[in-house]
């Protein structure tokens, strides 16, 4: 039982290039979550999903798409990274609104 | 969403107990959360409390919530240097699928 794993740990991109990154959970939760963490601002939500092939957006989506064709996997796309993208994410799942559990981030830089 | 407020820093000396606070947006939110963040590291769920509480206790840690002014505190009795670190409060989004709404941490730094 891996929990939630994240795909890759650490990426450098330049400006304009587009990446993906994947966040499988093996515990057969419903709710996934994206989550950026920048410094001194906390944890903020980018997208999220209720269940298989739904997503919503969250408080900062702009620049980002996600999709969830798999319950397991919840990836995170970035079409033409900016250097404002240069964050830290995190992804988490949920069975119900009691726990959540956190991958252990992606640390991603855009030049 | 509306904003979660923290203190953003603390400074306690090895032994003395820790208090950390947070005043919370959501009073629907029916469990309040505490994490930790260690240097680098992801995010280490702590503890939480079930919003019809007023209080738990899991072993050096205490939760305080006061419904009435939407105010949570993490006590940490006998911290230690190991429990400097960022810690996070949070409350359930109820418009995002029981997201949660976090406040920008409190950075407490323990010193011998």
């Known amino acids: 039982n891996a929990g939630v794993t994240q795909t890759p740990k650490f990426r450098v991109l330049k400006t304009g290039q587009s990446m993906t990154l994947l966040c499988a959970q093996d515990m057969n939760h419903e709710y996934m979550y994206w989550y950026r963490q920048d410094p001194g601002m906390g944890l903020r939500l980018i997208h999220y999903?209720?269940?298989?092939?739904?997503?919503a957006k969250g408080e900062v989506p702009d620049g980002y798409n996600v999709s969830r064709l798999k319950k397991q996997n919840f990836l995170l796309g970035l079409e033409s990274a900016a250097p404002s993208q240069t964050s830290v994410y995190f992804c988490?799942?949920?069975?119900?609104?009691?726990?959540?559990?956190f991958g252990p981030g992606t640390r991603l830089l855009v030049l | 969403g509306e904003d979660v407020e923290q203190s953003l820093f603390l400074s306690v000396r090895e032994g003395d107990s820790s208090v950390i606070n947070c005043t919370y947006t959501d009073s629907s939110s029916t469990y309040l959360y505490w994490y930790k963040q260690e240097p680098g590291a992801g995010l280490q769920l702590l503890t939480y409390?079930?919003?019809?509480?007023d209080m738990k206790q899991d072993q050096r840690l205490t939760v305080l919530l006061n419904k009435k002014d939407k105010h949570l505190s993490l006590r940490i009795a006998d911290t230690q240097t190991g429990d400097s670190a960022i810690y996070f409060c949070a409350e359930i989004d109820s418009n995002s699928g029981y997201a949660l709404n976090f406040g920008k941490g409190t950075s407490l730094l323990v010193t011998p």
């Open positions: 409390i079930f919003s019809n509480m």
């Open positions: 999903s209720v269940g298989e092939g739904t997503t």
């Open positions: 988490a799942s949920s069975y119900n609104q009691e726990t959540q559990y």
